[in-house]
């Protein structure tokens, strides 16, 4: 088909092979995933149910954790591995953990991470969700996903949509972060740590508000950094002004996106908010003006022209 195809040549089969057998010539070929096959073989690993269905905005913190590994080329060609947990609600990183290879201990070391994660609580009937990998397959993940007291899901075979939001992370991740002056797999970790393209944290689940001493320390430090502040809640601007404690807090946020979530309400096509009922706050004009004032951009409908950005969520 190449002859033919590229140089308009046509040659008959049989003369094809006379000149690959005087010359030597063999043609590559695709081998069968080993990993596939063994799985296959030995049928110990399971295929489970998708219990998501795309339902990923499920407006509970820590309910709905999904799971990935892709790969981070850097300098001479070299490849890390990341394999991630993120939680589909805050869109933040629950855990993490690099390897210079894809064996089994990448994912079961990325679960050590987020059991060892001390401020974290896991929504009761929490699941985490996959693609059918031979990793997430395998009866060791799936012994310690149980351990965790986590349900499993798995996306439908070959089918990226059902993973949607991890997916889109690895894809704006890469195109932040800068590896190729890296030389070591050391190198790549800490450039993760120290993120450059990072310019901004959000305050999610639990709502901050009913922790706002503890918050405050935080948006202090982010200051400090140079970084901005994205916080959601479930009070309205108009309470947060009469609480002494939660005003305290507002004067380190910058955005912020107020009222609770009504079912009622629910839309896709509005930016970084579950229902239209909520609003996006821009805090420092607001106390300056001593009224509401909307960060306008975000709160018309989507314009899928365009492209919003809002601050990524950092790794904890």
């Given at each position: 088909?190449?002859?033919?195809?590229?140089?308009?040549?046509?040659?008959?089969?049989?003369?094809?092979?006379?000149?690959?057998?005087?010359?030597?010539?063999?043609?590559?070929?695709?081998?069968?995933?080993?990993?596939?096959?063994?799985?296959?073989?030995?049928?110990?690993?399971?295929?489970?149910?998708?219990?998501?269905?795309?339902?990923?905005k499920?407006?509970?913190?820590?309910?709905?954790?999904?799971?990935?590994?892709?790969?981070?080329?850097?300098?001479?060609?070299?490849?890390?591995?990341?394999?991630?947990?993120?939680?589909?609600?805050?869109?933040?990183?629950?855990?993490?953990?690099?390897?210079?290879?894809?064996?089994?201990?990448?994912?079961?070391?990325?679960?050590?991470?987020?059991?060892?994660?001390?401020?974290?609580?896991?929504?009761?009937?929490?699941?985490?969700?996959?693609?059918?990998?031979?990793?997430?397959?395998?009866?060791?993940?799936?012994k310690?996903?149980?351990?965790?007291?986590?349900?499993?899901?798995?996306?439908?075979?070959?089918?990226?949509?059902?993973?949607?939001?991890?997916?889109?992370?690895?894809?704006?991740?890469?195109?932040?972060?800068?590896?190729?002056?890296?030389?070591?797999?050391?190198?790549?970790?800490?450039?993760?740590?120290?993120?450059?393209?990072?310019?901004?944290?959000?305050?999610s689940?639990?709502?901050?508000?009913?922790?706002?001493?503890?918050?405050l320390?935080?948006?202090?430090?982010?200051?400090?950094?140079?970084?901005?502040?994205w916080?959601?809640?479930?009070?309205?601007?108009?309470?947060?002004?009469?609480?002494p404690?939660?005003?305290?807090?507002?004067?380190?946020?910058?955005?912020?996106?107020?009222?609770?979530?009504?079912?009622?309400?629910?839309?896709?096509?509005?930016?970084?908010?579950?229902?239209?009922?909520?609003?996006?706050?821009?805090?420092?004009?607001?106390?300056?003006?001593?009224?509401?004032?909307?960060?306008?951009?975000?709160?018309?409908?989507?314009?899928?022209?365009?492209?919003?950005?809002?601050?990524?969520?950092?790794?904890?």
């Amino acid at each position: 088909m190449v002859l033919k195809d590229r140089f308009n040549i046509i040659y008959n089969l049989k003369r094809i092979r006379r000149i690959m057998k005087k010359y030597g010539i063999v043609c590559p070929y695709r081998k069968a995933n080993p990993y596939r096959r063994m799985m296959k073989a030995s049928k110990e690993h399971t295929v489970v149910s998708n219990l998501i269905n795309r339902e990923f905005k499920q407006d509970i913190p820590y309910k709905v954790l999904l799971t990935d590994i892709t790969y981070l080329s850097y300098k001479n060609g070299k490849k890390a591995y990341l394999s991630t947990i993120k939680d589909s609600s805050t869109n933040e990183i629950l855990a993490h953990y690099v390897s210079d290879n894809l064996r089994l201990d990448i994912v079961l070391n990325t679960l050590e991470k987020l059991k060892s994660n001390v401020n974290l609580k896991l929504h009761s009937e929490a699941i985490l969700h996959s693609d059918q990998g031979v990793h997430y397959t395998s009866p060791k993940f799936q012994k310690q996903v149980q351990q965790l007291g986590l349900k499993q899901s798995m996306s439908r075979r070959g089918n990226c949509w059902d993973n949607a939001p991890q997916e889109s992370f690895f894809g704006h991740f890469k195109d932040e972060v800068i590896l190729s002056k890296c030389s070591t797999l050391e190198e790549v970790i800490e450039e993760l740590k120290n993120l450059e393209g990072q310019d901004g944290i959000t305050l999610s689940g639990g709502d901050p508000m009913c922790q706002s001493e503890a918050c405050l320390e935080i948006c202090k430090a982010a200051k400090e950094l140079g970084l901005n502040v994205w916080c959601y809640t479930g009070f309205t601007y108009e309470k947060i002004l009469n609480n002494p404690k939660q005003r305290a807090l507002l004067q380190y946020i910058d955005v912020l996106v107020d009222g609770k979530f009504v079912l009622e309400e629910k839309s896709f096509d509005i930016y970084f908010r579950g229902s239209r009922n909520q609003r996006i706050i821009d805090v420092k004009k607001s106390l300056e003006e001593e009224k509401v004032v909307w960060v306008s951009k975000y709160m018309d409908e989507k314009d899928y022209s365009l492209n919003y950005k809002k601050p990524d969520y950092m790794f904890i």
